[in-house]
């Protein structure tokens, strides 16, 4: 089984920056993806980034540029770093893993954008 808890969330103004936190615990075994998910009121879960166990990331448009995915694989640990932060980037942010054997959720941090 495989533990993931996020930290980092919060309240933030337009044009301020969060930095995201979820640490991986359990049995992790072999080569895993870690990627970061939101999901807004009403709306369905999306894909924000990810990023390989070689370090390949992939983004939504909505956020290129201004979020950036990296990774402590001694610590077993991803980051979310989020810059430039829009209104619309208000949402229940998931920690997301992937290996051959299974997927894994977190339970979210809450990431609110207000003036």
């Known amino acids: 089984q495989v533990r993931l808890v996020e930290s980092g969330g919060g309240l933030a103004q337009p044009g301020g920056s969060l930095r995201l936190s979820c640490a991986a615990s359990?049995?992790?075994?072999?080569?895993?993806?870690m990627a970061w998910y939101h999901q807004a009121p009403g709306k369905q879960r999306e894909l924000v980034a990810g990023?390989?166990?070689?370090?390949?990331?992939n983004y939504a448009d909505s956020v290129k540029g201004r979020f950036t995915i990296s990774r402590d694989i001694a610590k077993n640990t991803v980051y979310l770093q989020m810059n430039s932060l829009k209104l619309e980037d208000t949402a229940v942010y998931y920690c997301?893993?992937?290996?051959?054997?299974?997927?894994?959720w977190g339970h979210g941090t809450q990431v609110t954008v207000s003036s």
């Open positions: 997301y893993l992937r290996n051959s054997l299974d997927q894994y």
């Open positions: 359990g049995s992790i075994v072999g080569m895993y993806y």
């Open positions: 990023i390989t166990s070689g370090g390949s990331t």
